[in-house]
């Protein structure tokens, strides 16, 4: 039995598509500098970020306070530390430790690209999910798990008093994918749950 629950345990680390992080941000919480509309689908509420270690991809999630309108106006910026990330223009807006040397830029309309590269975008209500191969984002020092994400709605790409929200805020987040002496561990740990679980489950005469 401990044999069979280890397999499972080994299989369901081997399947796990990745590891996520994720950061929620308070509704109605747009920047003192931002001048334009408060629209809903402006105000980040959630980003998700995961590494898909079989498909070597990146799926980034966010969630706004409303239904994303393609006809408003409005873009979302994501940006990304690779390892160099030395671009820090926000700092006078408040958020000097937003800091990436790439930058994906999604539509409301669907359409997203990074460095020129098209990508698959999935808009749905208040939800857009971005799928970013790693190839598009080549390593400038980091492992992928090491790697810096934010996002910033904005209403244009003119001034920075166009931005209208951060998630994070002032700071970025990584999908932090465990090293494979963790997944190790974890499987590991399901086998000794499982074994545990075992013993307790049998009765007092049967228990070894």
């Not at 006078?92 to 690209?113: E, H, L, M, S």
Request: neutral net charge.
């Amino acid at each position: 039995m401990r044999r069979v629950l280890l397999a499972a345990g080994a299989a369901l680390a081997l399947a796990a598509p990745a590891h996520a992080a994720t950061t929620t941000d308070a509704m109605g919480d747009f920047l003192p500098t931002y001048a334009g509309p408060h629209d809903a689908d402006l105000n980040v509420i959630s980003f998700n970020v995961s590494f898909d270690t079989a498909a070597d991809a990146f799926r980034l999630t966010a969630a706004m306070a409303g239904d994303i309108d393609p006809k408003r106006p409005g873009l979302y910026a994501i940006g990304v530390n690779t390892g160099t990330g030395a671009i820090r223009p926000f700092a006078a807006i408040g958020a000097p430790d937003v800091i990436f040397n790439q930058v994906i830029v999604v539509q409301k309309t669907g359409a997203a690209a990074v460095g020129g590269n098209a990508l698959t975008v999935a808009v749905f209500g208040n939800i857009l999910t971005v799928m970013v191969p790693l190839a598009r984002l080549p390593s400038t020092g980091f492992a992928a798990r090491e790697y810096g994400f934010n996002i910033w709605p904005r209403n244009g790409v003119g001034n920075n008093n166009q931005i209208s929200d951060f998630a994070p805020n002032n700071t970025t987040l990584s999908a932090a994918v465990p090293e494979p002496a963790s997944w190790a561990l974890m499987i590991a740990g399901f086998g000794l749950a499982g074994g545990l679980l075992r013993r307790r489950s049998l009765p007092a005469s049967l228990s070894l």
